[in-house]
């Protein structure tokens, strides 16, 4: 049994981070090309906050009750979508931070083969 519901929570996630289009663009800002994007993509949880005023002003109208799930679906998106600004941000500098050391210790090994290079030749 608990096999079982391994299983299927394991191709849930799946097909959720495969066809959802907020966790698709959560994937894409999570490359080192998207850091950079964290912080834009923050505006977009503005539209899913309002989609889900919209959705609360609709039930509280005497909508139907399976806007609730709307509702929080576009609140989990906007949470989703807020804080990856700051996540993305930090993992920026930290990509930064290892390029430029990575760099650093890449010219002294530059720097060590060209000086051994001269004392063999001397």
């Known amino acids: 049994?608990?096999?079982?519901?391994?299983?299927?929570?394991?191709?849930?996630?799946?097909?959720?981070?495969?066809?959802?289009?907020t966790s698709r663009l959560l994937d894409?800002?999570?490359?080192?090309?998207?850091l950079k994007w964290g912080i834009p993509a923050m505006l977009l949880a503005i539209p899913y906050l309002l989609a889900a005023a919209v959705c609360r002003e609709l039930i509280e109208d005497g909508g139907p009750g399976w806007l609730h799930l709307l509702v929080i679906l576009f609140i989990w998106n906007a949470m989703k979508l807020t804080i990856i600004g700051p996540v993305s941000l930090i993992l920026l500098i930290r990509a930064c931070i290892q390029e430029a050391a990575a760099r650093?210790?890449?010219?002294?090994?530059?720097?060590?083969?060209?000086?051994?290079?001269?004392?063999?030749?001397s």
Request: net charge positive; aromatic share 8%; hydrophobic share 35%.
């Open 1 to 21: 049994m608990l096999r079982l519901l391994w299983t299927l929570s394991v191709h849930t996630r799946t097909y959720l981070r495969r066809y959802m289009p």
């Open 28 to 34: 894409a800002i999570r490359t080192r090309r998207g």
């Open 104 to 121: 650093r210790s890449g010219s002294q090994i530059d720097r060590v083969e060209t000086h051994e290079s001269v004392e063999f030749h």
